[in-house]
């Protein structure tokens, strides 16, 4: 259904497979010309594979390293990616 509002995907990662289905989800929404913002959330960024990392970040438009040092900016970020998809 087409809308004003780009739809935000959020993806939590911890782990390689995870990226992987991430990453190949974002590449299908690309190919479709889904507009979205998309966000992934790692546990621990440090714990995957360099490669997977890579792919991950040319497709990802944010990242967060991890979860629990970075809560305040995430929420922040949320909030003024939701006021500005609005607009």
């Known amino acids: 259904i087409e ?3 780009k739809p935000i995907f959020m993806f939590g990662l ?8 991430a990453t190949i989800t974002l590449h299908q929404f690309d190919r ?5 913002l998309s ?6 960024q440090s714990e995957i594979g360099r490669k997977t990392l890579a792919r991950f ?10 979860l629990h040092g970075n809560r305040d900016r ?3 970020f949320l909030s003024e ?7």
Do not use: H, M, Y
């Open 57 to 66: 970040t040319d497709i990802v438009d944010r990242q967060v390293s991890n």
């Open 14 to 21: 911890q782990s390689d497979d995870k990226v992987n289905v």
């Open 3 to 5: 809308g004003r509002i």
């Open 39 to 44: 966000i992934g959330v790692f546990e621990d």
């Open 74 to 76: 995430l929420a922040g």
């Open 81 to 87: 990616s939701a006021e500005a998809l609005r607009n």
């Open 32 to 36: 479709w010309q889904v507009p979205n």
